[in-house]
């Protein structure tokens, strides 16, 4: 079956540490993948794309790594901060007739202690 | 900042009633998603449209929900007769097929809270 696994747990770090969050798929060939941030009660916000044929893509303090041999990307905030702490979710850009279909995974909880 | 906006934000209604969400995409966005979010369930893909064309609303219980867009500035996502299961928060995206650009993701709205009681 089709799936999209983010660690249910909720990851707990100090402030000034690098978070690592995992997203992996199973019986998908994404296009693209996104990562998003959820803060309760809102949206979620676009942070990160990475295409298919790319292997890490950087932004400011955030890096997404994407191996479709593992099928496996990795999400890194460094230098984290108590304002990180969010929810985050990875999203699979899915190749259909006409487009692209983007899916989401049950996203991860990430807490920064000060 | 161009938003994505969803009405109402909040709606509570009794089982069998008709329930109508709205959406209005940024100007000039040719893809628009509905999401519906629950604990349980996280992000589920309702339905989603390019260039105002339904693509794909497999993830839609086709006997009760149904979704529009008579224009480019306005989705609609109806839910008749609505039932306590339905209780989520449904979100609407928007932005540019991948076709246009492969950099950016999607802008959502805050959300219509719905309650089913």
């Known amino acids: 079956s089709q799936k999209i696994e983010q660690n249910s747990e909720a990851l707990n770090i100090q402030e000034g540490k690098t978070a690592t969050l995992t997203c992996n798929y199973t019986?998908?060939?994404?296009?693209?993948l996104q990562w998003y941030r959820q803060d309760p009660g809102r949206g979620p916000v676009f942070l990160l794309l990475i295409r298919e044929n790319e292997k890490e893509k950087r932004k400011e303090r955030l890096k997404v790594t994407f191996d479709t041999t593992l099928k496996q990307s990795l999400f890194h905030i460094t230098a984290s901060q108590p304002a990180d702490s969010a929810t985050y979710l990875c999203a699979l850009d899915i190749r259909q007739s006409g487009g692209f279909k983007t899916i989401f995974g049950a996203g991860t909880r990430l807490f920064v202690k000060a | 900042d161009a938003r994505v906006t969803q009405t109402p934000r909040d709606k509570v209604t009794e089982m069998g009633q008709e329930v109508t969400m709205r959406c209005q995409p940024i100007l000039g966005h040719n893809t628009v998603f509905w999401y519906r979010q629950t604990m349980m369930q996280g992000l589920e893909l309702l339905a989603y449209f390019r260039n105002r064309a339904p693509l794909d609303d497999s993830g839609m219980p086709k006997d009760r929900f149904s979704a529009e867009m008579p224009d480019a500035t306005l989705a609609t996502l109806k839910i008749q007769p609505s039932e306590p299961r339905d209780s989520a928060v449904y979100f609407c995206?928007?932005?540019?097929?991948?076709?246009?650009?492969?950099?950016?993701?999607?802008?959502f709205g805050s959300g219509t809270r719905l309650t089913v009681v």
């Open positions: 019986n998908y060939s994404p296009a693209y």
């Open positions: 995206a928007s932005g540019l097929d991948r076709l246009k650009t492969n950099n950016y993701g999607y802008t």
